[in-house]
């Protein structure tokens, strides 16, 4: 024990001189960082290019995040722009300041690149202050500049939603370079900076695909296009192909509509003479205008067109109410009190006498022990009657389902690219 607490002693000791060393070197490597940055800075103009000529960033896009607003009206991307550049006036020998080769300084101490964009809005950081204005520039011995801003760029993006919720969606983005830069804050006049801005990337910007930036959202394909005006001025154009991840609204939207169009068509297999068939049938009735009214909050209710499931659902909604109808019709043919007419008599005998008979289903048979002979032969022309127009439609909206099925119920769109 009296071993070991010697060996922390002694370490102790031995810790004291280096600890000092160390302090004193940070505190020598501070008062160099200070005196380089006060020779640096010494009769430094800063709203002076550092070139006579055209002064070159080098410029490049990474994006991080990108988002619809809640109408899908406004398409925003938020990226990192990696910038660089050369000021001859900021150079150094390392020798001179201990080895002191790079070192941090505020944008606004030295020159820097005017406002890059006239139609990008630039983020803020924790304080409130335009980051344009506050970021920190890696500045190197060799006058080579380095800086990191984030940038908000909005663009107007009308949905085309007709192949809701898969539907894909095509967004551009257009930087717009910005020439002039200010004075001083608050005076009229503008100068300007002879600057070229060069993509030294293949495509300017940075994005990988595999990764998902946005909640409900995925990027299927991006390109990027230049359009130079002058000689010290480009157009840089961003193009994004996006994809809305359906999964959840088909859940939600079209599983039940499919599942609602079934349950209409068996609700034709029931009994007309029975309640249960008009009660399952006003409660599919019902069910589809309660589908509307939740579909009603997911589509985006300023969209350019209507996405195509309205349409599938509507028509369901028609076809709905016509088996209501259909329903009370022919259980008003069962109730009649007077013969059935000739032609009545004269359309079950022709059905039955082909091979149509055998595809009339379901086919309800009369109770034979409600009456006499004449009467239980006057029903079973009813029913026969009834079972064969029932059939009929049940055919014909079965074929008109599988035409809407065809026509609006919206797909998975296969892999597109610009």
């Not at 909050?297 to 659902?313: D, G, M, N, T």
């Amino acid at each position: 024990m009296v071993t070991k607490m010697l060996v922390i002693i002694a370490l102790m000791f031995i810790n004291l001189p280096l600890n000092n060393a160390i302090d004193n070197d940070a505190k020598t490597y501070v008062h160099m960082e200070q005196k380089l940055h006060s020779d640096l800075f010494k009769g430094y103009a800063k709203y002076k290019s550092p070139s006579t000529n055209v002064t070159t960033i080098k410029l490049r896009f990474i994006l991080r995040y990108f988002w619809f607003d809640e109408n899908e009206e406004e398409f925003f991307i938020h990226t990192w722009a990696y910038l660089s550049w050369k000021d001859p006036r900021l150079t150094w020998k390392p020798e001179d300041y201990e080895n002191i080769q790079q070192t941090l300084v505020r944008s606004m101490s030295i020159w820097g690149p005017p406002y890059l964009f006239s139609n990008v809005k630039y983020s803020f950081d924790e304080f409130g202050v335009e980051q344009l204005s506050s970021w920190r520039c890696t500045l190197r011995n060799s006058g080579s500049v380095r800086a990191v801003i984030q940038l908000t760029l909005r663009t107007s993006c009308k949905s085309k939603i007709n192949n809701w919720p898969y539907d894909i969606q095509y967004c551009s983005f257009k930087f717009v370079p910005n020439p002039f830069k200010r004075l001083l804050s608050g005076q009229s006049t503008r100068y300007r900076d002879k600057v070229l801005y060069d993509y030294p990337s293949k495509h300017g910007l940075a994005v990988l695909l595999e990764l998902s930036y946005a909640s409900g959202w995925d990027i299927l394909d991006y390109n990027t296009s230049y359009e130079r005006t002058n000689t010290s001025m480009y157009y840089l154009e961003f193009n994004f192909l996006v994809e809305r991840q359906a999964s959840s609204y088909a859940t939600i939207v079209i599983v039940p509509a499919i599942a609602l169009a079934v349950f209409t068509l068996c609700s034709m297999f029931l009994d007309v003479r029975h309640n249960v068939r008009i009660l399952i049938a006003c409660f599919s009735f019902l069910s589809h205008v309660s589908l509307l009214e939740i579909l009603s909050f997911f589509v985006p209710r300023k969209a350019v067109e209507s996405p195509l499931i309205l349409s599938f659902i509507c028509s369901s909604i028609i076809i709905t109410a016509c088996i209501i109808f259909l329903t009370i019709a022919l259980n008003s043919v069962l109730r009649m009190k007077i013969s059935p007419t000739s032609k009545i008599v004269g359309f079950n005998e022709q059905i039955l006498g082909t091979a149509l008979k055998y595809f009339i289903f379901p086919k309800w048979e009369v109770d034979l022990n409600v009456g006499t002979d004449d009467l239980n032969s006057l029903a079973k022309t009813r029913i026969t009657f009834v079972s064969i127009v029932n059939s009929l439609f049940i055919y014909l909206f079965t074929f008109v389902y599988l035409i809407l099925y065809c026509i609006y119920m919206p797909r998975p769109t296969s892999n597109l690219v610009l």
